[in-house]
C-alpha cells in the first residue's frame, strides 16, 4: 500500500498509492469517502458537465452518456423540486 525510504538528507519521503489504500478502507470508511465525494462542488460539476455537454473539462467521457443524459433529464424536475424545497427550509 505504502513504502517509506530515507533520502540522503535524512527526511522520510512516503510514497501511497491511491488505489491500494481505497480499497484497503473499511466498507464504513469506503462510505464515509463516496459520501463527501459526491457532495463535492468539483465532482458535481464533472458529473453535470458530462451530462449537459458530453464531456468533462478534462476530456473524458462515457459510454452511456446518452442513458445518464436521459435518466438526469426525466429527473431534473424532481431534482429541481427537491433543491427548491431545501431553500424554503
Same mark, same amino acid.
Given at each position: 500500500? =505504502? ?5 540522503e538528507?535524512?527526511n ?15 466498507l ?5 469517502l463516496i ?7 468539483d ?13 468533462t473539462?478534462?476530456? =473524458? ?11 438526469f ?10 433543491? =427548491?424545497?431545501?431553500?424554503?427550509k
Amino acid at each position: 500500500m =505504502f513504502n517509506i525510504k530515507q533520502s540522503e538528507a535524512e527526511n522520510l519521503v512516503i510514497t501511497i498509492n491511491g488505489y491500494d489504500l481505497i480499497h484497503a478502507l473499511t466498507l464504513e470508511n469506503k462510505i464515509l469517502l463516496i459520501e463527501s465525494l459526491s457532495c463535492s462542488d468539483d465532482v458535481i460539476k464533472h458529473i453535470l458537465d458530462v451530462l449537459t455537454d458530453n464531456y468533462t473539462v478534462t476530456g =473524458f467521457t462515457t459510454n452511456n452518456r446518452n442513458k445518464h443524459r436521459a435518466m438526469f433529464l426525466e429527473n431534473a424536475d424532481l431534482i429541481q423540486k427537491a433543491l =427548491f424545497e431545501s431553500l424554503q427550509k
